[in-house]
């Protein structure tokens, strides 16, 4: 389900016309239990994506250095502890960000984040692959390092 609703959560935001639409209307979920698909996801919300978009946000200055540390420091999102504790940075992240002018981006990405691996610590495995997707487009939106 959390695979599922990722790809299609996806399509609602990426145009069936553009070629990267068509690409991933053809894509088939993995072959993936439930819990497992969830936790790879919230783990690549936070690990990955919340991480790049803070480098990109946080480039020019040195605001998010103490995050950005407990981002590097975070293990892998593999159970309920450890997607809570995810999220919890990913909150933090959101409140850094909220107040800096410039950087609602990375808010809606760290948010998103923190949905994701709320929802996959509760077992809402629906709410995880939509709020992961929702991360990963708001990630794109901030373009390459």
Known sequence: MSAE???DRL???LPIYSATGRRLARLEPPDADDRTAALALADAAVRRWTRDALALAGERENLYDAVAGSLRDL???TDDGTARAAAEIAVDVARLARPM???AD???VARAA???TEA???GRWVD?????????YGRIGLGTE
């Open 106 to 108: 990375l808010e809606d």
């Open 128 to 136: 995880t692959g939509t709020a992961a997707a929702d991360c990963l």
């Open 114 to 116: 923190a949905r994701a």
């Open 11 to 13: 399509l609602d935001l």
């Open 101 to 103: 002018p410039g950087h």
């Open 120 to 122: 996959a610590a509760e």
């Open 75 to 77: 293990g892998p999102v």
């Open 5 to 7: 609703s990722f790809r």
